[in-house]
């Protein structure tokens, strides 16, 4: 089955940039889009981005548009997110996920392989 496996997080000031990773194994043809989503304390697990494996393009939430881009690189099975002018509001836990079959990536539903997450922190 598929495997995610997050880094790149750490702790930024407000107003800078982080780079997410996310390296995928076991992935197939079944494997139809890689989204980010993001949890913070004491709110609801929250989908920011996702791309479409074949092709199909990105999709963001509003609340990153505009900030946060979303990158497949197929041959390194990577997929990363480019975030920028981060604020406290971006402080969260950043996860991965992948969505077999289906060729819809946004809603931001349906995402059944997960990693473990990478902590994103940003101070004021």
């Known amino acids: 089955q598929v495997q995610l496996v997050e880094s790149g997080g750490g702790s930024v000031q407000a107003g800078g940039s982080l780079r997410l990773s996310c390296a995928i194994s076991?992935?197939?043809?079944?494997?139809?889009?890689i989204g980010w989503f993001r949890q913070a304390p004491g709110k609801e697990r929250e989908g920011i981005a996702a791309?479409?494996?074949?092709?199909?393009?990105?999709t963001y939430a509003d609340s990153v548009k505009g900030r946060f881009t979303i990158s497949l690189d197929n041959a390194k099975n990577t997929v990363a997110l480019q975030m920028i002018s981060l604020n406290a509001d971006d402080t969260a836990m950043y996860y991965c996920?992948?969505?077999?079959?289906?060729?819809?990536?946004?809603?931001?539903?349906?995402?059944?392989?997960w990693g473990q997450g990478t902590q994103v922190t940003v101070s004021s």
């Open positions: 996920a992948a969505k077999s079959l289906s060729p819809y990536c946004y809603p931001f539903v349906g995402y059944g392989y």
């Open positions: 076991e992935y197939t043809h079944s494997t139809k889009c």
């Open positions: 791309i479409s494996t074949g092709g199909g393009g990105a």
